[in-house]
């Protein structure tokens, strides 16, 4: 089973018969723990540039999510604590320019940090994608 900030595949439970989702394996939760410690990373690097949050393509809508750094935080977190996460409204309106892929974002730190490895006094290579720690 592949876990996303968005799976919301079991939806809300309103007192429904939808079982409760089974709880994230050791490894899934890792790949959040993971995720959201690489979130923190992007927003500190690219939220003073104006860039508001993350854009996630949805499988069910088929539709790209501009997500706000604090809402896609509470997603991974919803995540760890419940196994899923519950549907959110999209902003209204949002500017596509003000958003970005995680990809995007991935590849920003990992730019960032090979000109702090570049730009390092003592000739020591000091940075690293956070996937790699």
């Known amino acids: ?23 994230l394996t050791m490894e899934e939760r ?11 990373v992007f927003r500190t690097l690219l939220e003073p540039t104006g860039i508001k949050g993350i854009v996630v393509d949805c499988p069910d809508c088929e539709e790209e999510h501009h997500v706000d750094w604090a809402l896609m935080q509470a997603n991974l977190r919803q995540l760890l604590e419940e196994g899923q996460t519950g549907r959110h409204e999209p902003p ?25 490895e570049r730009d390092e006094p003592s000739g020591h290579r000091t940075g690293r994608h956070a996937r790699e720690e």
């Not at 996303?4 to 079982?19: A, Q």
């Open 30 to 40: 890792a790949g959040v723990l993971d995720d959201l410690a690489e979130l923190e």
């Open 92 to 116: 209204f309106e949002p500017n596509p320019d003000d958003y970005v892929s995680w990809d995007y974002a991935s590849g920003y730190a990992d730019g960032v940090a090979a000109l702090a």
């Open 1 to 23: 089973m592949t876990v996303s900030p968005f799976d919301d595949s079991f939806g809300p439970d309103f007192g429904s018969d939808h079982p409760a989702p089974p709880p």
